[in-house]
C-alpha cells in the first residue's frame, strides 16, 4: 500500500526558499498524478502544484505560479517541491496527495476529493 513522508519544511524569512521531499514507499510514485496541497489555519486544502502521470503535465495554483516547482526523482522515489521568494502567506501544513483517477486531470487537479492517498504533512512558516 502507497504510503508518504514528507519532510523539509521549518522556519524562514521572507523571501527565502525550501524544498520540501515526499518520499515513498509501497508503490511507485511515477504510476502515480502526485499532488502538494497544503492547509493553513482555518482554511481548507489547496491545491498547490501537481505531478501528471497521465497527460505529462505540471499544473500549478496561481499563488505560486513561478515561484515554486514539483518534481519527480523516480530513482529514489521522491516528488520534491522547490519553493522560492516564500511570504508570509505560505504559511501552511503541506502535504503530498497522490491519485490514479483521471478526475484529476486538467482543470481539477486541485479537488482534494480525487486523491486517495495522503502524507502526513509537513509545516512551514514564513516569518521575519
Known amino acids: 500500500q502507497l504510503q508518504f513522508v514528507e519532510s523539509g519544511g521549518g522556519l524562514v524569512q521572507p523571501g527565502g526558499s525550501l524544498n520540501l521531499s515526499c518520499a515513498a514507499s509501497g508503490g511507485n510514485v511515477n504510476s502515480y498524478t502526485i499532488a502538494w496541497f497544503r492547509q493553513a489555519p482555518g482554511k481548507e486544502h489547496e491545491g498547490v502544484a501537481q505531478i501528471n502521470n497521465g497527460d505529462g503535465r505540471n499544473y500549478y495554483a496561481a499563488s505560486v505560479e513561478g515561484r515554486f516547482a514539483i518534481s519527480r526523482d523516480d530513482a529514489k522515489n521522491t516528488v520534491y517541491l522547490r519553493m522560492n521568494s516564500l511570504r508570509p502567506e505560505d504559511t501552511a501544513v503541506y502535504y503530498c496527495?497522490?491519485?490514479?483517477?483521471?478526475?484529476?486531470?486538467?482543470?481539477?487537479?486541485?479537488?482534494?476529493?480525487?486523491?486517495?492517498?495522503w502524507g502526513q504533512g509537513t509545516q512551514v512558516t514564513i516569518s521575519a
Open positions: 496527495a497522490a491519485t490514479t483517477r483521471p478526475e484529476s486531470y486538467g482543470r481539477n487537479w486541485n479537488l482534494p476529493r480525487w486523491y486517495d492517498v
